[in-house]
């Protein structure tokens, strides 16, 4: 995600791209980036920034989090994998600098969760619900995050638990569909990334909405301007 992010910024004319974070050890480190390079320490660059994009580790996040908030720089988080005490750990500092979170950047699968959430609720709670999802064999977490957000909404739409069932084969870069099922019928709604860029366009759209924000935790759907369901 941080290539494929890093290079849609690139070819921004309003956005300039001031380096990158990567782990010691890591093979980039000292390699050009942007107007700057890779580095070990997000403290070398965020003097600098307006905004921080984070997809790294759950713990080197929350770290850069920390340091967002001592800096009030505005942050995009795109990690996943976070349990309960650590979401409520963002929600908390959220409220001392803007933070756009979300497990999935892509505005066809804020749609999806709108449509599918929609369709559980009309059909009722004589309909079964489960969720398939499938990624890449080298994605850690499971289930995705983004199938946890789904069926959270899922769950709250039609008052019911819902399955997760993951796959983790190959390279697909991500999967996720909704199956609605009675007697008699079955009602499918699926979402299908073919590449990162995807992602990254939502990313770009939550950088330039996070800039000079509120404090607070905003999502996905603030970034595209989504109306909730009254």
Do not use: W
């Amino acid at each position: 995600m941080g290539t494929a992010v890093a290079g849609l910024l690139e070819q921004q004319a309003d956005i300039r791209l001031i380096g990158g974070v990567e782990a010691f050890g890591h093979p980039r480190l000292g390699m050009p980036l942007g107007k700057g390079a890779v580095v070990s320490e997000l403290r070398t660059l965020i003097a600098d920034a307006d905004a921080i994009v984070e997809f790294g580790p759950i713990e080197a996040a929350l770290e850069h989090l920390v340091l967002a908030v001592e800096r009030h720089t505005p942050l995009v988080l795109g990690t996943t994998g976070f349990q309960f005490g650590q979401m409520q750990e963002i929600e908390r500092l959220a409220r001392s600098t803007p933070v756009v979170y979300a497990p999935n950047f892509s505005a066809g699968i804020a749609v999806l969760t709108r449509i599918a959430t929609e369709a559980a609720r009309q059909l009722g709670a004589g309909y079964d619900c489960e969720i398939v999802e499938m990624h890449h064999r080298h994605k850690k977490d499971a289930p995705s995050g983004t199938a946890k957000k789904l069926a959270e909404a899922l769950g709250k739409a039609g008052e019911k638990s819902v399955t997760i069932h993951s796959v983790r084969v190959g390279d697909i870069v991500g999967d996720h569909t909704v199956v609605l099922a009675a007697e008699g019928e079955r009602l499918e709604l699926a979402h299908k990334a073919t590449s990162r860029a995807a992602f990254a366009q939502g990313v770009l759209r939550a950088i330039r909405f996070v800039v000079g924000k509120p404090n607070g935790l905003y999502s996905i759907d603030d970034v595209l301007g989504l109306m909730t369901r009254p």
